[in-house]
């Protein structure tokens, strides 16, 4: 069964905590992405990789890093200086970055600050 | 500034009944543009993408519009099902790059019996 995964679905978080949100694709795809969702806005792109070991910041990196070891996965962390870290999660991925290729999204993860 | 506007916010409709969603955008230049369905709590799931060159494309019930003179695009939804009640997101490509994807904010359907 091909596609994308997010883990966990659901995650709390104290103030001043460090989270890091599991993104896991057997498609494989060079191109991954993380996307920030909130109510009454488009997408916003946090960080993408066009290749392992490389990545880069999208429009709202501050708070934020990732990791890319291994073409199959991009862990997203979530450190303690994005202040409004409380949003919907997006992960994505693409065979490239080129922007006729179609993004495949996971089921997301919707983090709670406490 | 790229920018892609959905109208409307939000809309509810019969079971059984057409419905027409409208996309305006200024992205250029332009590349692409793609409709995602997404349902209340899970990822977006692309229905269609139209190039410069096509004005429209189907995928089942689903019709998508464009008209790239104008800057306009729409989805039609035909005999709408209760499945079908989820957000439709317009999303707009530029030629040159990941860097330059726009999303728009979605439109909200309820589909009710």
């Known amino acids: 069964d091909g596609g994308i995964t997010q883990s966990p679905k659901y995650l709390f978080r104290k103030e001043g905590q460090n989270v890091t949100l599991s993104c896991e694709q057997n498609l494989n795809h060079d191109a991954m992405y993380w996307y920030r969702q909130d109510p009454g806005q488009g997408l916003r792109l946090i960080y993408y990789s066009q290749i392992v070991n490389d990545f880069q910041k999208g429009d709202i990196a501050e708070g934020y890093s990732v990791s890319r070891e291994k073409k199959e996965s991009f862990p997203l962390t979530v450190t303690s200086a994005q202040k409004n870290p409380t949003a919907f999660y997006l992960c994505?991925?693409?065979?490239?970055?080129?922007?006729?290729?179609?993004?495949?999204f996971g089921p997301g993860t919707r983090l709670t600050v406490l | 500034k790229n920018q892609v506007e959905q109208s409307p916010q939000s809309l509810i409709i019969l079971e059984g009944k057409n419905c027409t969603l409208q996309?305006?955008?200024?992205?250029?230049?332009?590349?692409?543009l793609r409709w995602y369905k997404q349902d209340t709590g899970r990822g977006p799931v692309s229905l269609t993408i139209?190039?410069?060159?096509?004005n429209t494309k189907s995928n089942g019930r689903y019709t998508a519009t464009l008209d790239a003179d104008t800057k306009q695009s729409s989805l039609h939804i035909t005999a709408s099902q209760l499945s079908d009640s989820a957000s439709y997101i317009c999303?707009?490509?530029?030629?040159?790059?990941?860097?330059?994807?726009?999303f728009g904010t979605g439109t909200k359907l309820q589909v009710i019996p």
């Open positions: 999303v707009v490509s530029a030629r040159g790059g990941y860097q330059k994807v726009t």
């Open positions: 996309c305006n955008y200024t992205v250029s230049p332009f590349s692409n």
């Open positions: 994505a991925s693409s065979i490239d970055v080129r922007s006729t290729d179609t993004q495949y």
């Open positions: 139209m190039t410069f060159s096509e």
